[in-house]
């Protein structure tokens, strides 16, 4: 009789060869699915393929709206593995000239017709030689052309700077140059009057300051030049003081109003540039008749007319006294 290690080594015998048996059999199995497979893309099919396309070269002065197709559906005829190749890769877009396309064409109310019959030659010539292409779709789709507007407009300044103690501007803020020229859509250009600066100015300026700036402007439109130079000119301020005589305004013909004092002072910051040209006549302050109330007897002053470039305007006295005299 076999004792028990006899029949375990034969068992043990026994499992290899229906593992090897197994494994043998997925070999074959994998050899022929991949001879299948092959074999398979070896031959021809015909398939839908989706193709990316991109519209180039409007007319002069037109550019392309709406929503013209991303994509165009090939239908292909080709070798298997040809086939998939392209189901699984991405490839550079198919280049359709918009001038060629239309150039014996006449749009109507929807824009130019296009037919997918039209694109054969064009899509062929850009495609794998190796596929032959059966058909386009969509069969049919409109490429919609607006116009382009050109326009000159000001440049307005978005600023808001800070300065070092003691200065200030001492001119009005510009731009080099002050107007630029702006390309687009009919539509988009119709509200544009202006053009606004894009400015970040982070330190505290305490001297003349030039820096080339962008432009903020609508998409799909263009600027020439597409930057301008912004020009600050910075000088020190100083303290004025003027007396200026007070006026009154909404007085009745037949009634005589006396304010006193008749004149008051005006401390104002101004830069050292105008220190000496700035005089009384520059400016005006007034009471208003119609803002006297009942109990009393004093009139808030008031600024209503003052020059450029003038700071930290203060007044003394803010109120004066009055008295009515009728005749």
Known sequence: MKNFSDISGDFEIERIRNNRKIFVFIICLIISTVLWFINALSKDYTT????????????ENQFLSGNPPKNLDLVVRGKGFLLLQHKIFMYSPVAIDISDLIRNSQPDSDGYKVTGRSLTSIVSSQISSDLILAEIKPELFSLVLDSLTTKTVPVEIELNVEFVPQMNLKNKVTTTPDKVEITGPTIALKDIDTLKTKVNITNKLGSD????????????????????????????????????????????ENVNLKIFPSEIKLRFNVGLSRFDRIKESDFGVSVDYNSIVADVNSLLVSIYKQPEFVQNIRINPERVEFLIETD
Do not use: A, G, R, W
Not at 48 to 59: A, E, G, Q, R, T
Not at 225 to 249: A, G, S
């Open 48 to 59: 839908l393929i989706s193709y990316p396309v991109k519209f180039v070269n409007p007319p």
């Open 209 to 252: 300051f030039q820096q080339k700036i962008d432009l903020l402007h609508p998409e799909k439109t263009t600027i020439v030049p597409e930057q301008v130079t912004i020009n600050i000119e910075v000088e020190k301020y100083t303290e004025k003081e003027l007396k200026i005589p007070v006026e009154v305004m909404n007085k009745p």
